[in-house]
C-alpha cells in the first residue's frame, strides 16, 4: 500500500483501525519531502524531529481514546505565516528569519487539538505579497506538476507541499486568492471560508480585513474536514464569528438537483486563457447534467475589483508591517547611527522589492490630501462590489467560474511586470473584498498537462453549499485526487531540459 | 498708546481611565511592578496578536461623555495613527480620529469673573505607549511596555478660555467630574491626567484666531499657569517686534520656567489615520447609553442640591464638602454613623481641613474611616471626653485611624464629672489662688475664668468644664 496515495481522511482511518501507525505516516510524508524538496522547496522548515515526537505521542493519545476524530494522526503543512510557539515563523521574509513566537495560532492549536501532526511550514511569497511564491526570501517554490512552473501563490509552498505528496494536507491563508490560485495551479482543492468563520489570531497580518485562514487538500471531503477542525469562533479576534453550524462535513452530499448556478459573463472575457476556459465550460456541464441550473449573467464591476483591493490590501499592509523595525525581534542589520538609521537600514535590507512597493503603494493612499481620492473610494467599490454579489445571490445559489485566467506561468516570468501579475487575480479578489467563500477545485489540464481550476463562489455563510456541488462533482467525474504524473520517478525531468 | 491683547487657549486633556486591566488585553493596568511584567502579546505588539475592546473603557468614556453634555457616538471607531516610535510596539497607536465616542459638549466654570460655559470639541478614546528608559552609562535604550495599552480618554476643547484662572477651573472642574464618577484618580504629578495647553493671542477686539504653539509636558496646575503666562508673553513680544509666532510644538521646563520648540508644523508627521481593521465598530444602542446614565454616581450639583435639603448644613460646607468626592464621600458615612451631619460638617471644615493643609495631605490620600471620626463625635456629646481632649485624639485618628473608644480608654482621657473626686481639686484651686478669688467676688466675671483654667490645668484637660464652672460658682458663693 502506498501510504502516500491516500487523503487525508482515508489515512485518519487507517490509523484508527491500526493499520498505519502514526510514525509510518509521518515517516512516509517525511521521507517524500527529503526527496523532493532539493527541487520543490516546498518547505521553509521541515521539523523532522518534532514531526516524529509529535507521532510518537499521538499515537498515544489514539491508542489511549485521547484523541478519535477523523484526522488524528494525519501529519500536515502550515505556511510560514502562522506562528507556533517556539518555531520558526518567518513570513518567507528576511525581516523575521530569526522569529520564534511566543505563542501558536487559534487555526493551528484547533488543528492540533483535532491531531495533525505538524510537519513543518511552507514557502509563501514573502509577507503573503505576491502570486508566484517567487517573492520567498527562501527562494521560488517550484510547481510539481512542471517544475520549470511556479505553484502560485502566496500559498505556493502549501499547495505544492500537497500536490507532491509531502503533506497529506496543509494550511494556507488568502488575502486575495492566495488560497484558491495556487490550488488551481497545482490541481488541489482550496478553499477560502466567509470571513470571520476561522480565526485570524496568531495569522501575521498582511490585510487584516481580507485575510482568513483556509484548507488545502487533495480533494472536496478532506477540504470539508480540515475546516472543521479550524473553524471556530475565537473570542480573541474581534472579527471573528460565532457560526451556527460549523458541520461542514455533513455537506458531502451528492447532488446538486434544482442548484442555481450563475456564470459571470465578465469572468469569460479578454484575458482568460482558451483552454482554461474550455475546462471550466466544460465542468459547468457536468454540473448541469447532475441537475444544477446553469446559465451566464452580468456580474459587474469587476474591473474595479483589482484596484480597489491593491489600495485597501496595501493600505492595511503598510500599517501591519510598520511593527517590524528592529527594535524588538526580528533582524536588524548590524551597522546603523541612531534610533532612525536603524530602522532605515533594518527595513531596507530586510524586506524585498515587492513588500517594498506595497508598503509605499499604501503609505501613498493613506497620506494627507489622497485618503479621500484613493483609500476611501477604494472602500466605496468595495461596498458596491458587495452589493453586486447580493444581487447575484439572490438568483443563484453558486457563482461558478475559473480561479485563474491562465494555468502556471513559468518561473521568471512574472515579476518584471507586477501590473500583469496583479491582474491574474482577477477572478479572486473580488470574493474576499465581499467577505465571501470561494473554493478551487481541479478540473482538468491544459495542452502542457498543468492543472485547471474552477472556482465555486457562495454566499456569506454558504460553505456547505459550495461543499455539495464540489463534491458532486468530483462524484460526477470520478475524479479523486490526481498526483502529478511523473512525479517521484522522473521528477523535475522538464525543469532540467 | 500701547496694544492690548486677549489670550486664546484650547485644552486637550488626557485622562487615564481606572480600569483593571488594558484596554486591548487582560494585562493589569496596576502602576508599578518589574518593568515588561505586566505585558503579553498584544500589548507589545508581537506579530500575529490581535486586539480585544475592553467594554468597561467605553462605559467610562461613555460616563464622561454624558456628564460633559456630549452626544454620543452611537455607531463609533478606532482609527489607527501610524508613527514609528519604540514606546509604540506596533509603531501605531489605536486611537479614534473620525467617529470619537462623544462630541459637542461642555462644562460650566466659574472664576473670579462669574461663570462661563467651555465646549468640548471631542473626546476619543486611545491607548497609551510605553516608556522609555536611556541608559547613559551604557548608551542604550531599555522600553518598559507595562504602560502600553493602558486606556485613556482625551478631551479637546473648544478654544474657549482667555486666561490661565480659567484653564484651571476648566481642568479642576474635569477632573471633579471625573473623580466623581470613579472613572480616574486624575492626578496630574503621576500623569493620570495630562494637558496639552493650545494658546495664541490676538489684539483685542480681532474676529480671527492668532497663530497658536502646542505646549506639552506640564504637570502641575502651577506648571500650567506659569506656561501660559510665559507663552503669552513671549507671543505678544514676537508681534510686538513685528516678527511672526510660528506654529510649532513646544515643550515646557518648569524648572527654567521656559519652554522651547520640539517641533514645528512642517515637520509635523502625516499619520495616515484609517480605520483600525483589527476591531468591529462599537454600536452603542439607546438602552446602553440608559444604563450607563442610570448608574451615574450623582455628581457634585446634584449632591449639593440634597445636602442643602437633607442636612440641613450651610451652603459654604457644603461646597466645600463637595469639591471633593473623597471629603464627600466621607462626610456621607460619617453622618450616617452618627446621625449628627452639622456636627460632622464641622470637623471636616475645621479639623480635617486643618489638618490637611499642615501636612500637606490630598484629599484623595485620606485614610481615615469616617467611623472613627463619628465614633469621637459620639463620645464628645455623650461627655466622655470634652472638645480639648477631642481635638488631639483626632490627629491620631487623621495619622493613624486608631479607634477613639479604644484610644480614650486606653489613655485614660475620659472627662471626669463625678463631683467628689473634683471637689479637692477645686477646693485647693480656691485656696491657692485668694487674689483670684477676691476680684471674682469683688464683681470681675473674668477672673472666674483663670480659676477654671487652673482647675482644668491640674486635671490634665480632662475635666468636664460646664461641671467645673458650676463647682466654682457654686463654691464662691
Partial sequence: MDILKLTALELGKKIKDKEISVREAAEAAIERAKAAEPELNSFVTLDEEGALAQAEEMQRKIDQGEAAGPLAGVPAAIKDNMCIRGQLTTCSSKILSNFRPTFTAEAVENLQRAGAVILGKTNMDEFAMGSTTETSWYGPTRNPHNTAHVPGGSSGGSCAAVAAEESFYALGSDTGGSIRQPSSFCGVVGMKPTYGTVSRYGLIAYGSSLDQI???????????????????????????????????????????????????????????????????TEAAKVLEKCGAKVEMFDLGLVKYAIPAYYTIAAAEASSNLERFDGVKYGYRTPDYEGLHDMYKRTRSEGFGPEVKRRIMLGSFVLSSGYYDAYYLKALRVKALIKQAFDRAFEKYDVILGPAAPTTAPELGKSLSDPIKMYLGDIY?????????????????RDGKGLPVGMQLIGNVFQEKTLFRAAYTYECATEKQYEGPAEFGREFGKEARQ | MAKQYETVIGLEVHIELATKTKIFCGCSTEFGGAPNSHTCPVCTGMPGSLPVLNKQVVEYAMAIGLATNCKI???????????????????????????????????????????????????????????????????????????????????????????????IAYLEKLRMIVQYLGASDCKLQEGSMRADVNLSVREVGSE???????????????????????????????????????QETRRWDDNKEHSYAMRSKEDAQDYRYFPEPDLVPIVISDEWIARVKAAQPELRSEKLERYKKEFDIPEYDAEIITESKKTADLFEAAAAACGKPKKVANWIMVEVFRLMKETGTEPEDLTFSPENLAKLIDLVDAGT??????????????????????????????????????????????????????????????????????????????????????MLRDMLK
Fill in chain 2, 385 to 470: 471626653i470634652n472638645g480639648t481632649v477631642a481635638k488631639k485624639v483626632f490627629e491620631k485618628i487623621f495619622t493613624d485611624n486608631v479607634d477613639p473608644e479604644k484610644y480614650v480608654e486606653e489613655q485614660g482621657l475620659k472627662t471626669v464629672s463625678d463631683e467628689g473626686a473634683l471637689k479637692e481639686v477645686v477646693e485647693q484651686v480656691i485656696a491657692a489662688n485668694p487674689k483670684a478669688v477676691e476680684d471674682y467676688k469683688g464683681g470681675k466675671e473674668k477672673a472666674l475664668g483663670a480659676l477654671m483654667g487652673q482647675t482644668m490645668r491640674a486635671m490634665k484637660g480632662k475635666a468636664d468644664p460646664g461641671v467645673v464652672n458650676q
Fill in chain 2, 73 to 167: 457616538t452611537q455607531v463609533c471607531k478606532f482609527d489607527r495613527k501610524n508613527y514609528f516610535y519604540p514606546d509604540n510596539p506596533q509603531n501605531y497607536q489605536i486611537s479614534q480620529l473620525y467617529l470619537p465616542i462623544a462630541r459637542d459638549g461642555y462644562v460650566e466654570i466659574e472664576t473670579g469673573n462669574g461663570k462661563k460655559k467651555v465646549r468640548i470639541h471631542e473626546m476619543h478614546m486611545e491607548e497609551d505607549a510605553g516608556k522609555l528608559i536611556h541608559d547613559e552609562w551604557d548608551d542604550t535604550s531599555l522600553v518598559d511596555y507595562n504602560r502600553s495599552g493602558v486606556p485613556l480618554v482625551e478631551i479637546v476643547s473648544e478654544p474657549d478660555m482667555r486666561t490661565a484662572d480659567e484653564v
Fill in chain 2, 208 to 246: 480671527t484666531f492668532g497663530t497658536r504653539t502646542e505646549m506639552k509636558n506640564l504637570n502641575s496646575f502651577k506648571a500650567i499657569a506659569h506656561a501660559i503666562e510665559g507663552e503669552r508673553q513671549r507671543q505678544i513680544e514676537l508681534l510686538e517686534e513685528g516678527k511672526e509666532v510660528i
Fill in chain 1, 428 to 444: 479572486t479578489i473580488s470574493v474576499n473584498l465581499a467577505g465571501l467563500p470561494g473554493i478551487s477545485i481541479p478540473v482538468g
Fill in chain 1, 214 to 280: 483556509g484548507p488545502i487538500t487533495k480533494d472536496v471531503s478532506d477540504c470539508a474536514a480540515v475546516l472543521e477542525a479550524i473553524a471556530s469562533h475565537d473570542a480573541k479576534d474581534s472579527t471573528s464569528i460565532a457560526r451556527e453550524d460549523y458541520r461542514f462535513t455533513d455537506a458531502l452530499v451528492n447532488d446538486v438537483q434544482g442548484l442555481r448556478i450563475g456564470i459571470p459573463r465578465d469572468y469569460l472575457g479578454d484575458g482568460l486563457d482558451g483552454e482554461v476556459q474550455a475546462a471550466v
